[in-house]
Structure formats: structure tokens, C-alpha cells
């Protein structure tokens, strides 16, 4: 059963930039892996921001992009709004089972 | 306008059973795959299952946690997805969210929540 890991807290201070990332317990993470990022906030469901590694959904804002980043998948933030700070899910595909990540608190501060 | 909305949540003893449904609007569910996913109180998204589209034959596919317990099934008259859960588990208490995530589709119902508890 494969695990995907993020890093349970991140802070970005307003404007800045951050990095998330998601790994995988089998490995690298690949394209193939269909990676997905998804943001939530409090007493929101959650929104798709990213898929398939680096497509974005129409009502993503540009300062959010996707990539694969030394073996693991990537969500970036460039230009950070206070309304950024959520929860943010990756989720992988492997064959028939699509794990998510334990998800990463982003703090803007 | 693509609406999801969930309904049948509540609470059951352990070892019940309980049938959520998920009435799909604004597009024809049997066209995409639906998954269903849960979020524990103050917890993360967990993958429950999903259902393949009418062109896939519909094949389902569970989390480990799961399988063997729960039934993703549709009905494609209503236009419904459901989740048939039995042999629940304090566990399994969570919000549980209608969902249609593969690409480059991104939709979701409000939750119903699911308290299983004596």
C-alpha cells in the first residue's frame, strides 16, 4: 500500500514564495503518477488547483504552478495572498489505488 | 451549472450499514469516473473508491480500507451515484464527499457526515 508523504506545515510570508512538495513510498514520483494538488479551506470542500503534474483548472491563479521536482511532484507558490493560506492535498495514481497525501497547513505570515 | 449534492449520512452503532447517496446535476455522471472521499474530523482526505464511466464498464476500484465493506454503485436513470457502507467501524466516521476528480474534470459535493458511534 503506498504512502504519500507532504510536509505537514509550511509559512510563506505575504508576497513571497514557497514550495510544496509530495513523495512517494515506491519511489520517485513520475508524470505517470497523474499528480494532483487540491486546496482546502475551513469548512470548504476541497478544489482541484493542479492536475495531471502541471495542468491548470480555469479558476486557478496563475501565482500556483505544478511541476516534478527531484523525484517528487511539486506545488509552487509565487506571490503569496493571505487568502492562500489553506490546506493543500496531493494525490497519486497508482494502477487501481489513488492515495492522497496527509496534506500541508500553509500559514501565511 | 454542475451541482453534487450527498444525502444518507447520520449516525449508526458499529457493525451497522448505511446507504449514501449523490445526486449529479449540470452534467450526465455516467459520461465520467466518481469517486467518493472522506475526511475524519480534523483530519486529511482519505480515497474511498471510485467508479469507472459507462465507456469503462464501469469498474470500481477501493481503498484497502475499505474493500470488501463498502459498494460504489450508480444508478443512471437518476443521474445518482451511491456508496452502500456495511460493517462499519468507529473509523470510518467522517465526512463523506461526492466527488468527480479525474482530469480534467474537478467537482464536489458539501460532505454528509457519517458518525458511527455506540
Known amino acids: 500500500q503506498p504512502v504519500v508523504t507532504q510536509e505537514p506545515s509550511l509559512t510563506v510570508s505575504p508576497g513571497g514564495t514557497v514550495t510544496l512538495t509530495c513523495g512517494s513510498s515506491t519511489g520517485a514520483v513520475t508524470s505517470g503518477h497523474y499528480p494532483y494538488w487540491f486546496q482546502q479551506k475551513p469548512g470548504q470542500a476541497p478544489r482541484g488547483l493542479i492536475y495531471d503534474t502541471y495542468n491548470k483548472h480555469s479558476w486557478t491563479p496563475a501565482r500556483f504552478s505544478g511541476s516534478l521536482l527531484g523525484g517528487k511532484a511539486a506545488l509552487t507558490l509565487s506571490g503569496a495572498q493571505p487568502e492562500d493560506e489553506a490546506d493543500y492535498y496531493c494525490?497519486?495514481?497508482?494502477?487501481?489505488?489513488?492515495?492522497f497525501g496527509g496534506g500541508t497547513k500553509l500559514t501565511v505570515l | 451549472e454542475v451541482q453534487l449534492v450527498e444525502s444518507g449520512g447520520g449516525l449508526v452503532q458499529p457493525g451497522g450499514s448505511l446507504r449514501l447517496s449523490c445526486a449529479v446535476s449540470?452534467?450526465?455522471?455516467?459520461?465520467?469516473?466518481m469517486d467518493w472521499v472522506r475526511q475524519a474530523p480534523g483530519k486529511g482526505l482519505e480515497w474511498v473508491g471510485r467508479t469507472r464511466n459507462k465507456a469503462a464498464g464501469y469498474i470500481t476500484e477501493y481503498a484497502a480500507s475499505v474493500r470488501g465493506r463498502f459498494t460504489i454503485s450508480r444508478d443512471d436513470s437518476k443521474n445518482s451515484l451511491y456508496l452502500q457502507m456495511s460493517s462499519l467501524k468507529t473509523d470510518d466516521t467522517a465526512v463523506y464527499y461526492c466527488s468527480s476528480l479525474r482530469a480534467p474534470y474537478d467537482a464536489w459535493g458539501q460532505g454528509t457526515l457519517v458518525t458511527v458511534s455506540s
Open positions: 449540470g452534467f450526465t455522471s455516467s459520461d465520467r469516473y
Open positions: 494525490f497519486l495514481n497508482y494502477d487501481s489505488i489513488r492515495p
